[in-house]
């Protein structure tokens, strides 16, 4: 169902996170959200950080916005990303431990900064049945929706990520720990969409992972993955606009694989997921797979990475629109949304590089929306009658 990008050509968005303000020093552990907002500290903060967001989101001109992940604690590579939902969902025990990452390609050497990655592994292992606990998605979002006229589109990681992240001392095999986690996450974003939730953002099923990567758990291939997906999904379309998010990696805002990797081999498989929109990152990976990506993808909006959140250079807003344009050469417009690759808070970007990318998106699809004859949105960031030095001639 489409509602947030619904009868809006070419929207803008970003995947998600944004580089934490160096003021918010509050931490949420593994206290659940709704008893750290009791905190007059801790809410003060998080509203606070979460209005920067919205309002660094609204000065650029975006018309989907996001929260900024505010919820996350400052964890080594973004790390908080897969232990929010560890900490705070039923079946897990109270003490954390180091685990190993069950996912192939990823054994990186001490003196790698992905290194750090793995020892920032310290998860609580499952010790009974798996339950959405407190993750408590819907009040956060409601946080940041009561702030903003703008759509704001919430995401959380998916099951299979979480299955291969901690240690398990209760189900049988990896593969009934994931359905177990995709049945507890249904619940829980029903729980958002029921609440208003106008776009809900699945963030990195394993699916386009395979080919590179090989089987999750040695077990599950492509069509598994795309049942699991569907069923953490299940019904929520009904209700609500639904982002399949995929890209390769974003780790201290690194890359994780040496050479660029293609969508190619899967894309197929990803066609077939309960999603309205498909998310690929077609900035710093290139725009190589767009032809086919046009050629497969048919009835689902697409959704392109014109932002590279691997670097700090800002790309120009020519450089955006050319990226666009490309893209409009093999998916019409009315199913085109331009965002970033992935999230800009992974660690390793600050505040103000991640604003002026967002304005250059804009400022980039603005350049095609006036070629198309569409209306430009406004984006107060680049109203030059506001400079603090240069007279607007």
Same mark, same amino acid.
């Given at each position: 169902?489409?509602?947030?990008?619904?009868?809006?050509?070419?929207?803008?968005?970003?995947?998600?996170?944004?580089?934490?303000?160096?003021?918010?020093?509050?931490?949420?552990?593994?206290?659940?959200?709704?008893?750290?907002?009791?905190?007059?500290?801790?809410?003060?903060?998080?509203?606070?950080?979460?209005?920067?967001?919205?309002?660094?989101?609204?000065?650029?001109?975006?018309?989907?916005?996001?929260?900024?992940?505010?919820?996350?604690?400052?964890? !080594?590579?973004?790390?908080?990303?897969?232990?929010?939902?560890?900490?705070?969902?039923?079946?897990?025990?109270?003490?954390?431990?180091?685990?190993?990452?069950?996912?192939?390609?990823?054994?990186?050497?001490?003196?790698? =900064?992905?290194?750090?990655?793995?020892?920032?592994?310290?998860?609580?292992?499952?010790?009974?049945?798996?339950?959405?606990?407190?993750?408590?998605?819907?009040?956060?979002?409601?946080?940041?929706?009561?702030?903003?006229?703008?759509?704001?589109?919430?995401?959380?990681?998916?099951?299979?990520?979480?299955?291969?992240?901690?240690?398990?001392?209760?189900?049988?095999?990896?593969?009934?720990?994931?359905?177990?986690?995709?049945?507890?996450?249904?619940?829980?974003?029903?729980?958002?969409?029921?609440?208003?939730?106008? !776009?809900?953002?699945?963030?990195?099923?394993? =699916?386009?992972?395979?080919?590179? +990567?090989?089987?999750?758990?040695?077990?599950?291939?492509?069509?598994?993955?795309?049942?699991?997906?569907?069923?953490?999904?299940?019904?929520?379309?009904?209700?609500?606009?639904?982002?399949?998010?995929?890209?390769?990696?974003?780790?201290?805002?690194?890359?994780?694989?040496?050479?660029?990797?293609?969508?190619?081999?899967?894309?197929?498989?990803?066609?077939?997921? $309960?999603? @309205?929109?498909?998310?690929?990152?077609?900035?710093?990976?290139?725009?190589?797979?767009?032809?086919?990506?046009?050629?497969?993808?048919?009835?689902?909006?697409?959704?392109?990475?014109? =932002? @590279?959140?691997?670097?700090?250079?800002?790309? +120009?807003?020519?450089? !955006?629109?050319?990226?666009? +344009? $490309?893209?409009?050469?093999?998916?019409?417009?009315?199913?085109?949304?331009?965002?970033?690759?992935?999230?800009?808070? +992974?660690?390793?970007?600050?505040?103000?590089?991640?604003?002026?990318?967002?304005?250059?998106?804009?400022?980039?699809?603005?350049?095609?929306?006036?070629?198309?004859?569409?209306?430009?949105?406004?984006?107060?960031?680049?109203?030059?009658?506001?400079?603090?030095? !240069?007279?607007?001639?």
């Amino acid at each position: 169902m489409f509602k947030a990008s619904a009868g809006v050509m070419l929207p803008t968005s970003i995947i998600g996170s944004l580089p934490r303000p160096t003021w918010y020093t509050a931490t949420l552990g593994s206290t659940p959200f709704l008893e750290a907002m009791v905190n007059s500290r801790y809410r003060e903060q998080y509203e606070d950080a979460v209005s920067c967001y919205l309002r660094a989101q609204e000065t650029a001109g975006l018309d989907i916005v996001t929260d900024g992940d505010a919820h996350y604690d400052e964890q !080594v590579a973004g790390m908080s990303w897969q232990s929010y939902p560890l900490t705070h969902m039923a079946g897990f025990s109270k003490e954390a431990s180091p685990t190993f990452y069950k996912v192939g390609a990823v054994a990186y050497p001490r003196g790698h =900064i992905l290194h750090d990655f793995l020892e920032a592994r310290v998860f609580p292992k499952i010790t009974g049945p798996v339950g959405r606990g407190n993750l408590q998605y819907a009040p956060m979002w409601k946080v940041a929706q009561r702030m903003t006229d703008r759509p704001v589109k919430f995401g959380t990681i998916l099951p299979e990520l979480l299955a291969a992240s901690c240690e398990d001392d209760y189900y049988k095999d990896p593969i009934e720990r994931t359905w177990a986690l995709s049945d507890a996450i249904n619940e829980e974003l029903h729980d958002l969409a029921d609440a208003g939730c106008p !776009v809900l953002q699945m963030e990195e099923p394993q =699916i386009h992972m395979v080919p590179v +990567r090989g089987k999750a758990f040695g077990k599950l291939d492509v069509a598994d993955l795309v049942k699991i997906f569907n069923n953490t999904v299940k019904g929520l379309r009904d209700k609500t606009e639904v982002w399949c998010h995929t890209c390769w990696g974003n780790p201290s805002q690194q890359r994780i694989f040496r050479e660029p990797q293609s969508y190619q081999p899967t894309l197929e498989a990803l066609n077939t997921v $309960e999603a @309205d929109a498909l998310t690929f990152e077609t900035c710093s990976s290139g725009p190589g797979d767009l032809k086919a990506i046009g050629e497969i993808i048919k009835d689902k909006k697409v959704v392109i990475g014109v =932002i @590279d959140h691997h670097t700090l250079q800002i790309e +120009r807003p020519d450089e !955006v629109a050319a990226l666009i +344009r $490309e893209a409009l050469k093999h998916v019409p417009a009315e199913r085109l949304v331009i965002s970033s690759d992935c999230g800009m808070g +992974r660690e390793g970007m600050g505040r103000r590089h991640a604003a002026y990318k967002m304005v250059s998106m804009v400022l980039g699809t603005n350049i095609v929306r006036k070629e198309l004859g569409l209306p430009e949105a406004q984006c107060l960031a680049a109203e030059g009658r506001y400079s603090l030095t !240069v007279a607007e001639k």
